[in-house]
């Protein structure tokens, strides 16, 4: 086995005196789509939160690609690395998140354009055709100047994830990206989730959308408070589940069946 | 670097009269206010009126005290009304008086942004159990306004309470006057200067922390 | 131009001196406007991001400056410097006095405007692996920019009323040579009429530079 683009060891992450985090060991490979599920509070978006430095966590170490992000261990102590090296390592993973969180001031064209010229340094010409590929991927060639209160949800949402994978990320994180979405708006997002998948992307996706979970995933992880109660891919996880993982499941069973 | 001896014996001497003055001040701050509530109530219904020459004249007194710098509001009426042959104010009710005008206007807009966002199922809910239309106002409209413009009823007050240094300009004898006093007649410039300030500070954050527990107790309804 | 004693005759005699002094105060507040957004920024940044022994201090100089009257700010810095031979007009005491309360205000505009910017705006920013000083300059300040307007433009207004404060220490700024032209023609109403409707004129140009900057922003919507 090669070794893996993300490693998590051991996390553990408190806010205050609450454990949301108790030990988490995670591994995603190359090319692999690793789907969290379980209830909310179980620390699923806590943990793909701490994968991308937004939340600080108290013990445990993440790797990707072998190198340590956040942290660096000096004298047996661990220690926060600076803001630079941090968002150089954020650079490197895409995030979208449940709100969309497109920058209002800035059409879609330049939402994506943004990192591209600041954070990659890329000349704006290369920015707006790498811009202007992207937003075609995801079908929105045609909405590149509009702003985002011009957008519907669906396709803000499909601007924010034209504007983390034009990054050309090591690793994509999805943090719930259809839960704000009406009902009719969440099949042109998970299409392009699925498309992007297909293509080959590394995925962390947190989504309560089973059915598109056991399509998409080649790993699925079960969190039950704080910790991994059982993972395994889809086809043996949602085929004999335990039993914790079979109560949660319960309440989806209308739409695993269809 | 300079020296200087700080010397505050003349502040001791003339304990009496700055608290006094910081008295007055406070006092001047808040009839202001009364008066000032009830002009900028009755224009903020005003505003609401179908008498558009009522709404006109109501905003052209908003707009001319809001634009208009106090300190010439203040000589406009002192030095003003005797010409209209009005000789019946003194230099403290004259200025009181200014100074009500002028807080009339912001509270006209305080009262008016007030009455705009009180939700319309609160008077809808008043009519459905009959109330008459006076009592709608007494009883459901104007309570909740209160709290809702409480905070801004605060920050009214002690920008009132600082804008009553400017009485010091027609000899009104308050903390400024009294500390420019002190400073011209003793030359204990800092010593002073320092006091009005320390006095104008603690009445303020008095103020400010006494209405918030208010504000606390009459939380606005959400 | 009429009989000497008539308005217009004496409003042409004094043209020159109604004219600079609204020069004086305009190019006053245009200083003072200037270097209190300045402050304002960097002071609005260090309440909102400084680490905490910064954030304190320039905490403490927001609330002391907002909690004095600036008529006791303007006499303290007039006093205060002559005292230490610091040669200084009257007109630079007047513009470090008001420099200071303008910084004070901005500051918490800049605050107030930086915090209603939705904190997931940062993690968005932060997650693109934008730096602080590149998130702050491409997605917070410009949404900040248009929710701080409004309140800014409330600020100057304040600050170009303020300036006939410096009246009291010898600027001879509008108010003043009002005054002055009053004590040749005893015109009181008129030429006070004649001030406001100066300052009228400043504040009204103010709101309506601020009001086409706005449309600039209107684009951010949400």
Partial sequence: MSTPLLRAVNIHKRFDTVEVLKGIDLTVEQGQVVSLIG????????????????????????????????????????KRLREGLVSSQRARIGMVFQSYNLFPHMNAERNVMLGLTEVQGKPVAEARDIAQHWLDRVGLADRKDHYPYQLSGGQQQRVAIARAVAMEPKL????????????????????????????????????????FVREISSQVVYMDGG?????????????????????????FRGVLER | MLDYNFNFSV??????????????????????????????????????????????????????VRNTPLLLLIFFVYFGLPEFGIFVFDKVESFILTLALYAGAYMTEIFRAGLNSIPKQYVEAAMAIGLTPIKRQTKVVLPVMFRITLPSLSNTLISLFKDTSLAAAIAVPELTFIARQVNTN????????????????????????????????????? | MGEPGTFLYEAWIARYALLKGMAVTAEMSFIVIVIGTFIGLIGGLCLQYAVAPLRWLVRAYVDIMRGIPVLVLILFTFYGLSLFNISIPAFGAGVVALAAFCGAHMSEVVRGAISSIPY???????????????????????????????????????????????SVIGVVELLLA???????NYLVIQFYLAACVLYLIINFTISQLGALVERRFAYIKY
């Fill in chain 3, 178 to 184: 009002t005054q002055q032209t009053i004590a040749r």
């Fill in chain 2, 11 to 64: 502040i001791w001497r003339n304990a009496d009269e700055f608290l006094t003055g910081l008295g007055l001040g406070l006092g001047m701050a808040l009839i202001s206010l009364l008066i000032g509530s009830v002009i900028g109530l009755l224009c903020a219904y005003g505003r609401t009126s179908r008498f558009a020459p009522l709404r006109a004249l109501i905003w052209l007194y908003v707009e001319f």
């Fill in chain 1, 172 to 211: 994509m994180l999805f943090d719930e990206v259809t839960s704000a979405l009406d009902p009719e708006l969440v099949a042109e997002v998970l299409g392009v989730m699925q498309a992007l998948a297909e293509s080959g992307m590394t995925m962390l996706v947190v989504s309560h959308e089973m059915l």
């Fill in chain 3, 120 to 166: 997931a705006q940062t993690e968005a920013a932060k997650a693109l692996g934008l730096g602080f000083w590149k998130r702050f300059r491409f997605v917070i300040l410009p949404q900040a920019t248009r929710r701080m307007l409004p309140p800014a433009i409330n600020t100057a207004v304040e600050i170009v009323k303020s300036t006939t404060l410096l």
């Fill in chain 1, 39 to 78: 209830a909310s509070g179980s620390g699923k978006t806590t943990l793909l939160r701490c994968v991308n430095l937004l939340e600080e966590y108290q013990v445990g170490e993440i790797y990707l690609e072998q190198e340590q992000i956040g942290y660096r261990s000096q004298g047996g102590r661990r």
């Fill in chain 2, 186 to 222: 003793t030359f204990r410039v800092i010593e002073a200067w320092l006091t009005a300030s320390v006095l104008y500070l603690a009445a303020a954050y008095t103020i400010a922390i006494a209405l918030r527990r208010l504000e606390r107790r009459y939380a606005a309804i959400r």
């Fill in chain 1, 227 to 251: 910790r991994i109660a059982a993972q395994g891919p889809p086809r043996e996880l949602f085929g004999q589940p335990p039993e914790r993982l079979q109560q949660f499941l319960g309440h």
